[in-house]
């Protein structure tokens, strides 16, 4: 299968998927790139703005996963403006994305982004501790264990998920302890692909658009949101 990884990271989410896909993972900030490229040197990787990536080469992949920006949809942006700081626009790219890859990509995709501070605009599937909008079911899970990205320090972290940052060079965009916190969890990560490929490998099956499969679970989702 064609993966495209969009907004890559250090790869969190593909840490388990070992190398049987052709994956090509776009990632802007250099030294992360670099440092994801030791980690999987068998994929294509792509030093690029990832949102305008996936604009010209959509239509070239089987399963597309983005992670857009997350901050300034994150509930913490309630406690800052508590804290005096002023209110900022939530970025749109998450929602821009969303909506064409629905419309127009022909493969499976999905969209990951951090439970906000606000009822999402459009419904979507809780799992862990992110909220997932995909043109396929994907089902509950828990990981067997995680650790509190609110607290741990970045060594914790790094002996958790089993990264070594030393040979990473932090930057204004990316230091390393936003690095692992950015993380979705490898098991999670794995997860979402093994319910993406068996939606894949059922050859018969006709892709359901994002509105048509979420509907049904749109009250169930708010609740999830609220907990």
């Not at 969190?12 to 990632?27: P, S």
């Not at 997932?132 to 609110?150: G, Q, R």
């Amino acid at each position: 299968m064609k993966i495209l990884n969009l907004y890559a990271g250090i790869g969190g989410n593909r840490k388990l998927w070992e190398d049987e896909h052709e994956i090509t993972a776009v990632e802007q900030d250099e030294p992360t790139a670099n440092f994801y490229k030791l980690l999987f040197p068998n994929d294509n990787v792509v030093i690029a703005d990832a949102h305008e990536y996936l604009l010209n080469n959509f239509d070239n992949f089987d399963f597309i996963w983005s992670s857009p920006p997350c901050p300034t949809h994150s509930r913490l942006n309630t406690t800052m403006v508590g804290l005096g700081k002023r209110p900022v626009y939530p970025d749109m790219i998450l929602y821009e994305e969303i909506i064409f890859l629905n419309q127009w990509h022909k493969g499976l995709f999905v969209v990951e982004n951090v439970i906000p501070y606000y009822e999402p605009l459009i419904p979507a599937k809780k799992v862990d501790r992110h909220l997932w909008w995909s043109n396929f079911l994907i089902t509950t899970f828990i990981p067997t264990k995680k650790p509190n990205h609110e607290t741990a320090t970045v060594r914790q972290l790094e002996e958790f998920y089993k990264y070594d940052l030393s040979q990473v060079v932090e930057t204004n965009k990316n230091s390393k302890l936003k690095m692992l916190r950015n993380m979705v969890h490898p098991e999670v990560g794995m997860h979402i692909l093994n319910c993406a490929l068996k939606k894949y490998n059922y050859n018969n099956a006709e892709q359901l658009k994002l509105f048509e499969l979420y509907e049904p679970q749109r009250n169930f989702c708010r609740k999830q949101v609220n907990q």
